[in-house]
């Protein structure tokens, strides 16, 4: 059974910076491209952030260029995303996500469509106060 379980969300000041880690189990960590997306109070789910497999490859929604990093642990079957200078419009429910890349893609494929996504975790709150 594959689990994805998100942890790190809470509450913070704008400016302040959180590190969400979504830890992955019941799959084969290397085989899938990883994302981070969220959802605001009476918004649409929306893309964050995306790693290739390989882990050189990243992709990020303009509104977080700059002050967001995913990465990846292989050893801990783990994805981070490190929000640093956080604005109150980032506050959301931020989903991790794995994606099984299609089976004649590079190491370096990844994806920011949600619905190329197979696996969601549960979601952890992040809340940014003005």
């Known amino acids: 059974q594959v689990r994805l379980v998100e942890s790190g969300g809470g509450l913070v000041q704008a400016g302040g910076s959180l590190r969400l880690s979504c830890a992955a189990s019941?799959?084969?960590?290397?085989?899938?491209?990883m994302g981070w997306f969220r959802q605001a109070p009476g918004k649409e789910r929306e893309f964050v952030a995306t790693?290739?497999?390989?882990?050189?490859?990243?992709d990020y929604a303009d509104s977080v260029k700059g002050r967001f990093t995913i990465s990846r642990d292989g050893a801990k079957n783990t994805v981070y995303l490190q929000m640093n200078s956080l604005k109150p419009e980032d506050t959301a429910v931020y989903y991790c996500a794995a994606d099984k890349p299609p089976w004649n893609s590079s190491s370096a494929y990844y994806t920011n469509e949600e619905n190329e996504y197979d696996y969601w975790g549960q979601g952890t709150q992040v809340t940014v106060s003005s």
């Open positions: 790693i290739s497999r390989s882990g050189g490859s990243t």
């Open positions: 019941g799959l084969t960590f290397s085989f899938y491209t």
